[in-house]
């Protein structure tokens, strides 16, 4: 498995530098937006940046820790040390308060401060990652699983799981394929 250094420069709203407290799961998302590359997604969130906390203009938050491209690639967006915001929401599954806790219930906290996210990249709008997105995807979590020491049944989740978020698509409306997913773990 090759992972190549894409790291995103600190800030606000991508990148906050923000230690994780643990590393308890792993979330699954696409990209949503029909085939982007990883490098694409890269410099989406790079450029969330250029925002201004300061004005009246809602801001968004938004990253990931890796991005997988449509050939296979990796891109290690933010150590996987480091907090991204790839699952905080307003309200959470009662599955994700159940496993997540405090995580989903303290209002000055969030899934994203213990979980590792992973975006997909996909060629059209069904959401179907590519068969080399999808191995690249399995020999991501596997070995982050192992490094980790997660059980990948009860510690990779999809976005969808935390948020109710419809998010990766293709595997909120093929839940058997998201099965052969974990089980291929």
């Keep these: 498995m090759n ?21 308890m799961a792993i979330v699954v998302h696409y990209v949503g937006k029909p085939g982007q590359t990883a490098q694409q997604v890269r410099e989406y969130f790079e450029s969330l940046k250029t925002q201004n906390a300061a004005d009246k203009q809602p801001d968004r938050s938004a ?19 480091e907090k991204a915001y790839h ?12 496993f997540f806790g405090n995580y989903c219930t303290d209002p000055n906290s969030s899934p994203n401060r213990v979980t590792i996210g992973i975006e997909l990249c996909h060629p059209d709008d069904g959401g179907q990652p590519t068969p080399a997105t999808e191995t690249a995807a399995l020999d991501l979590v596997r070995d982050l699983c192992w490094r980790h020491e997660l059980d ?22 093929h839940p058997d394929e998201w099965e052969r997913f974990i089980s291929l773990i």
Excluded: M, Q
């Design 3 to 23: 992972v190549t250094e894409a790291l995103l420069s600190k800030n606000i709203f991508s990148r906050p530098g923000k230690p994780l407290d643990d590393v």
């Design 63 to 81: 990253s990931a820790h890796y991005a997988i491209g449509l050939a296979g690639s990796i891109l290690r967006l933010i150590p996987e040390a």
């Design 152 to 173: 990948p049944r009860t510690a990779v989740w999809r976005h969808y799981d935390i948020t109710a978020k419809h998010c990766p698509l293709w595997y909120i409306d």
């Design 87 to 98: 699952c905080g929401a307003a309200g959470y599954t009662p599955e994700a308060r159940a």
